[in-house]
């Protein structure tokens, strides 16, 4: 079958060079890496470990998250509950995990180790999982209300529904097994005190060892291994099966509804609960103190504030607009967001180390550009991913073709406009990102230009949790603004 | 002729050296820094001072890579890794400053002046009142029943001050002392603040670390005292140096000594560290005279002794 618009006039495997080229950042890391690359035979267990759970923490929350669409689209979920679930994802996962340590710990649970790792991590990316899943789900709805017409009951009609599932749920499974492979924030937090460790806090404890002959080398070899198990959801591609344009819904149900309000206070109370008491409460005298006004007083806030938002709107908007460039060319796009992925995942302390042993010597070093190159080159794929989606769009496209549009006309009047809600998706799934990202600029922002995610690191290692907590609830406050305001 | 151009442009460039830019790579808490700028460039406004703060191990690993990439930055350096300085200054990578400041202990400008310490940090035993009623007075002591069991302390793997307790106290009490917490239950957090947090909430009855963070948390008013061990508190380097690439030397050096004066010391002082100058006032709450032991990082077989001992990973 041959891909509507551009393709034919793409045989020449443009992807590979350009591949290349966006590899660099890693390359430098391979080359840094191999020598090293044999003596992390020692670590095999803490790699087949990471592998091990973040393809869990994968499982449990694709369950929650199609669980959650399913009663969100069956339910006629509006904007306010969906805002009020999607909140959750906004604050930095190393916030998430406090914020679940501390909830729990009033309740008297004590939560740690792997069940605390798996709870934090399928709390936070259920949001990002369900709203990747939406779309799909209310089309596979569709279907099932068809088979239901049909007079399919029951394991008939979950055969009807479930297998057009199967792609776009191996396409998200892969998104949110890059996000849990690569995330240090919850592992640090709830890991270390039970001596569970993955590859992005081992590579990070290699980084800063006192006792490693080549500490750059050594963690850019761990570097390797996150990129070799991030290899099979690199490969995951998606084919577009659904051609429904309005999916037909079944009636509306308002327990399910219900169930969906539930999950979302439930699930937002058991992080919210935790940070709202550090910035409101003084922890240890009780009194009512909030924090807001220290937390925004801090020398660094406000700039903080102003270059994170800058940046990620920057980087956003590029982002996208890269995405949609690209979406005609599906061989292009998926050939390099196999790179791009790799730079996703990578811990954002050795993407960065790669920037500066390759960009020191130029320039740009030390100037804001530097940053937002690294959001560029760590987002990206999340960008492409976001606009893969789409069912329906090919066949629009080449229905335009077949009534005489050309390919650029095809694309711009019925192409891209299917797009937009995965637009959407795409823009809330980086804005918040970028704007609260740490690790990345933890290590290259430009002296002087600091970012919120420096803000929020300063805070916690300047002992000021509760000024952190308060950020955090900031941060989420504005997110919870842009949420509301959505197209519907 | 040509000679002369050259030397014309190295005056030049001293010339505008004098009104030049500054770049510091630092681990020290970000209002800190900007106290002790603020109050540089009051003194020396045509000085302009760019700050690069980040955790120890992001200024250490980033400037590893510039180091490899040929185009190291700052002019001056200053986190709690004594380790990595030295190696830098047996690069001959450190410009060597003579200690002239009148009163300055001259123990603290290390390598006769390759780095300084500027002010002191400790770390102590933290307790928290609230879980922990009577109290341990030495190192030893937390060897007794119950406290190893409420007991924790920040990983060397990522801290350097834990690495200054480790190294130390198994030279002092043999390496025995971390084998008998463990097996009363002491526990690994994986940094200061966040162990200082959990320990405040009540997580833990007692914590080894640093004295700085547990004053800062009292005066919010946690319910924690710190404890300066009888046999002595470990005495944390967290020195300050020029770089030799520095194209500022002159500058750079005028800020490391504007950090030994009266003004700089009272506002370390009033940040909750000690003062390294004699006669500077000392921070508020604190003992007016501690028992301090020089710190000795863990070396790596004892590091590695202590990893196998804890299931820790490096």
């Known amino acids: 079958m041959t891909r509507p618009g551009f393709s034919r006039s793409l045989s020449f495997p443009w992807h590979l060079p350009l591949a290349l080229a966006l590899a660099f950042p890693f390359l430098v890391l391979f080359v840094r890496g191999l020598p090293h690359f044999p003596s992390t035979g020692r670590d095999l267990d803490v790699i087949l470990f990471s592998l091990v759970l973040a393809g869990l923490g994968t499982l449990l929350t694709l369950f929650l998250a199609l669980n959650l669409a399913v009663l969100g689209r069956a339910g006629r979920v509006a904007g306010g509950w969906e805002a009020l679930l999607l909140l959750g994802y906004l604050v930095p996962p190393f916030v998430t995990g406090m914020g679940l340590l501390f909830s729990l710990g009033t309740l008297g649970v004590r939560i740690q180790g792997v069940p605390g790792i798996l709870l934090a991590w399928t709390l936070h990316y259920a949001p990002l999982a369900y709203l990747l899943l939406k779309p799909q789900v209310g089309l596979a709805l569709g279907l099932l209300t068809t088979a239901r017409v049909h007079g399919a009951t029951g394991l008939r009609a979950l055969r009807a529904f479930l297998p057009p599932l199967f792609p776009p749920l191996l396409v998200v499974g892969g998104t949110l097994y890059l996000a849990l492979l690569g995330n240090f924030g919850v592992p640090a937090v709830l890991g270390l005190p039970e001596r569970v460790y993955v590859l992005p806090t081992l590579a990070y404890a290699r980084l800063l060892s006192p006792v490693a002959q080549d500490p750059l080398g050594e963690a850019a070899a761990l570097g390797l291994w996150l990129a070799l198990l991030a290899l099979p959801a690199v490969l995951l591609t998606q084919n577009p099966l659904l051609e429904a344009k309005e999916p037909l819904l079944p009636p509306s149900r308002p327990l399910y509804r219900l169930l969906f309000a539930l999950y979302s206070v439930a699930a937002l109370a058991l992080v919210l609960l935790g940070l709202l008491r550090e910035a409101l409460q003084n922890p240890y005298t009780g009194r009512w103190d909030p924090a807001f006004a220290q937390a925004l007083g801090l020398p660094l806030v406000q700039k903080g504030l102003r270059n994170s938002l800058l940046l990620a709107l920057v980087a956003t908007g590029l982002l996208l607009l890269l995405g949609l460039a690209l979406r005609p060319f599906p061989r292009l796009s998926k050939g390099i967001r196999g790179v791009l992925d790799i730079h996703y995942l990578l811990p954002g302390t050795l993407l960065g180390v790669g920037l500066i042993l390759l960009l020191a010597p130029t320039p740009l070093y030390g100037t804001p550009w530097l940053l937002l190159l690294a959001y560029l080159l760590h987002f990206a794929a999340l960008a492409l991913r976001a606009l893969e989606g789409g069912p329906g769009v090919e066949g629009a496209v080449l229905a335009g073709r077949v009534h005489g549009l050309s390919p650029g006309r095809a694309w711009w009047r019925l192409g891209y406009p299917l797009l937009l809600p995965y637009l959407y998706a795409g823009a809330l799934l980086i804005f918040p990102l970028a704007f609260a990202e740490i690790t990345l600029s933890a290590l290259l922002y430009a002296p002087g230009a600091e970012t919120v995610g420096v803000a929020v690191l300063s805070a916690l290692n300047g002992g000021l949790y509760r000024e952190a907590s308060a950020l955090g609830l900031i941060l989420m406050g504005v997110a919870a603004l842009a949420l509301l305001g959505r197209p519907r | ?314």
Do not use: C
């Open chain 2, 1 to 314: 002729m040509k000679r002369l151009l050259i030397l014309a442009g190295m005056a030049l460039s001293v010339g505008l050296a004098q009104g030049g830019t500054l770049t510091l790579y630092t681990s020290e808490i970000l209002a800190d820094v900007n106290a002790l700028v603020g109050a540089f460039r009051a003194q020396n406004p045509e000085v302009q001072v760019q700050v690069f703060r980040s955790g120890t191990g992001e200024v250490v690993a980033k400037l590893r890579a510039e180091l490899e990439a040929g185009n190291p930055q700052p002019d001056l350096l200053w986190f709690a890794n004594e380790d990595f300085l030295r190696e830098l200054a047996g690069k001959g990578l450190l410009r060597r400053i003579p200690p002239t400041v009148p009163g300055y202990p001259v123990q603290f400008a290390h390598g006769g002046g390759l780095y300084y310490e500027v002010r002191l940090l400790y770390n102590v035993i933290a307790v928290n009142t609230q879980r922990v009623r009577e109290v341990p007075a030495s190192w030893r002591d937390l060897l007794k029943p119950p406290f190893p069991s409420l007991l924790a302390m920040p990983d060397p793997n990522f801290s350097g001050a834990a690495l200054a307790t480790l190294g130390t106290l198994s030279q002092r009490l043999g390496f025995g002392f971390f084998e008998t917490l463990r097996a009363g239950g002491m526990r690994i957090e994986q940094s200061n603040p966040v162990l200082q947090q959990k320990l405040a909430r009540g997580e833990y009855g007692l914590a080894i670390t640093t004295d700085f963070g547990v004053r800062q948390e009292v005066a919010k008013g946690a319910p924690l005292a710190t404890v300066y061990p009888r046999d002595g508190a470990i005495l944390v380097p967290t020195p300050i140096a020029v770089t030799s690439w520095s194209k500022n030397p002159e500058l750079a050096t005028r800020f490391l000594l504007f950090l030994l004066s009266p003004e700089a010391q009272r506002l370390f002082t009033e940040r909750g560290y000690y003062p390294v100058m004699p006669g500077a006032p000392k921070p508020k709450g604190s003992p007016p005279q501690v028992v301090g032991i020089r710190a000795r990082f863990a070396d790596p077989e004892t590091l590695s002794r202590f990893n196998a001992l804890f299931g820790l990973r490096r």
